[in-house]
């Protein structure tokens, strides 16, 4: 008897959902099913997409850092040299360095931008799935509010699995929080879990001082350059002066290119600059971070000796 | 110094003081620069050594600009208006205003491209022989575009006109010009490149070196082909250095009268004796600059031309035709008193060989003079 009316139950709830499913019941719910799946499909495309800028500015760092290594070694050895072949070799390397960060900026930019459009659409989907779930249960409840069935119950189990996966992905996107995990003194941290983030500090600090040195090598680049060619513009021009055109010893094209130069120089000076100061003041922050490890890390280790107990600052 | 010419001085003063006192903020678009550099000439005609003058002439500029760049849309755009004043000492009716205006805008319409415009727009004003008076405007318009990387490729057009609005028998001058110019980034500090440039032509740029029939309109065509190469070395030498290959053909006659076409076999015996026509150039110019100090910087500019004229004559019947060649040195130093004022010194060296002795020339300038930007 059970069995049958188990029986009758399901199919009655196919049958409605049959029938929800046709007749609209649940118009809202298929336009909301249909926008779900352009959401998705926009997620995914954009999930492929950030992986791939992932990789690619992991690799564009990598050999940023090779490349940087490089040129610190040909700074070393190219002084007091005139060698044409060395200086043409360091030049050539501080142009590529120049195009990867470059590059490497434009990719933080697209994966910012990138980033910010999936929070968006974590959130938006989320919604969805939530107007779903109730406008589901709403409309079950609606049509015979005292049945339920394993259909419905896999349904809406379905799009509370959905909607917690994109939960998830929401929260562990790194956007919510710092794009590297905060290195702060805890009360329960042990002397090991201690020396290892004051590892991961010194580290953080040392690769700011290599990025600091190579920022310094090529804003020295761009600032001599820059000089050269303002000196040249203003000689050009005042030889415009006395040159007639019409000797066509100049053209246009020649003066614009060299103001383009200038142009394209004060805008990397400037963002060298403020790359430079973001630096300084993190540099320093660590550094204080630091400080306070290497006390609170030699307080730990005199413990055992005098008995005293660890103050953490 | 007579009351037309003191006049425009006075009115360049007024301009001075009037817009540096609503320009001369820092930080705004609009600029201002002026100079005066006393010149002494040692042949103002570029004639032969018996026949030349030497004559000595102020030259006062002064120019006031805006310029603005918006980094985030990669727009630019410098316009000024420059007013020039060449004043001789002895030979007064040589004495002429110059008023230029310019303007430039480029935009980037998209990634690694940018649309280039400029006009230059001169008015040589001669108040004592108004015959010579001639408007010229030079219009350029060219797309840049960025390939791999190292490469920039720029496909252009350029429009000259020339016209003596108070002469009725100098001819207007037009012609149209179409370039492709291909550069390649060594590295930071180093670029090589290739300009190729074919126009058409009509009239005569230097009209008073016609010996044509006067209701004749000359066309011709011109292709030139530059290869260059500069650099920046050791963070205080610049060097920059061209060689131009030109050639220009002779193509047509409009006759002003008739309104006739004819471009027959005569053309270019009729053509012969014309500078601006119908010669192989070749040219090799080379720039330097020396940044000795904040303070003084050094500039040369030099240039070495020979130019073939196909068909003209030395002397009627024999096979010997004109060749010049022609020797052009400017040397410049600048000493920075203050930020924006300079003391500029000036040496100019022109000398032209040629195998007819007519146009043998040798000229020589001394210049020293202020200049102030702010």
Known sequence: MARATNNQINFFLHYMLFIALAMGLPAGITAQELSINSLQQIITADEDSLAELIRKSASLSQSLDQLNETIFRQKQNFKGSSNP?????????????????AELE????????????????????????????????????????????????????TLETNKKKYQQKLANQPFQKSEQPSLEIEPEDKLERLQLKNTLLQDRIARLRQEEQQLKYRLEDFQSNLSVYEELII??????????????????????????????????????????????????????????????????????????STDYE | ????????????????????????????????????????????????????????????????GYQKSATASKQYLNIY?????????????????????????HVSPWKNSQINITDRFQFRDYSN????????????AYLRQTLFNDWQVSTGYRHWLKQYPNSITIKDYSSNRLFLTATYELDTKTRIGLKNEFSWHRGNLYPFNVSNDETLNPIG??????????????????????????????????????????GDEDTEDI??????????????????????????????????????????????????????????????????????LSLDFNYNLENNQSNLSSFQYSTSVVGIGLRYRF
């Open chain 1, 85 to 101: 072949i060395k200086r043409y070799n360091l030049n050539r390397n501080l142009k590529e360095a120049q195009q990867i960060a």
């Open chain 1, 106 to 157: 434009a990719a933080g930019v697209r994966t910012r931008t990138i980033r910010h459009r999936l929070q968006e659409n974590y959130h938006r989907i989320i919604n969805q799935y939530e107007a779903t779930l109730q406008e589901t249960m709403r409309t079950t409840e609606k049509n015979d509010r005292n049945r339920s069935t394993a259909s419905v119950l896999s349904l809406l189990d």
């Open chain 1, 235 to 308: 000689f050009t021009d005042n030889l415009q002066q006395i040159i007639d055109p019409e000797q066509e010893y100049f053209d246009q094209e020649r003066m614009d290119q060299l103001k383009e130069e200038v142009h394209a120089l004060k805008a990397n000076i400037s963002r060298s600059l403020e790359r430079l100061q973001q630096i300084k003041t993190e540099k320093k922050s660590l550094e204080a971070k630091q400080a306070m490890f290497q006390k609170t890390i030699q307080n730990k280790l005199k413990k055992p000796k005098d008995g005293r």
């Open chain 2, 1 to 64: 110094m007579n009351k037309f010419q003191f006049s425009r001085i006075q009115l360049g003063l007024v301009l001075v003081f009037g817009s540096s006192t609503l320009f001369g903020q820092s930080k705004n678009p609009f600029y201002m620069n002026l100079s005066a550099i006393q010149e002494y000439r040692s042949n103002i005609y570029r004639v032969e050594d018996s026949l030349k003058t030497a004559d000595s002439r102020i030259n006062t500029s002064l120019r006031i």
């Open chain 2, 81 to 105: 208006y420059e007013n020039q004043l060449k004043q001789y000492y002895s030979y007064q009716i040589y004495s002429r205003m110059e008023h230029v205006l310019f303007g430039n805008f």
């Open chain 2, 129 to 140: 022989s108004e015959p010579l008076n001639y408007y010229r405007n030079i219009l350029t």
């Open chain 2, 221 to 262: 065509t011109r292709y030139s082909v530059e290869l260059f190469g500069r650099s920046i070395i050791q963070k205080k030498y610049f060097i920059d250095l061209r060689y131009t290959f030109e050639t220009d053909r002779p193509e047509d006659f409009e006759n002003d009268e008739e309104g006739e076409h004819s």
């Open chain 2, 271 to 340: 053509l012969a004796e014309d500078s601006d026509f119908d010669y192989t150039k070749h040219q090799v110019s080379s720039s330097v600059l020396f940044k000795a100090s904040n303070r003084l910087s050094l500039f040369g500019f030099g240039v070495i031309q020979s130019k073939h004229f196909r068909h003209w004559l030395l002397v009627e019947g024999e096979n010997e035709h004109r060749r010049d060649l022609l020797f052009y040195l400017s040397l410049n130093a600048k000493f920075n008193f203050l930020k924006n």
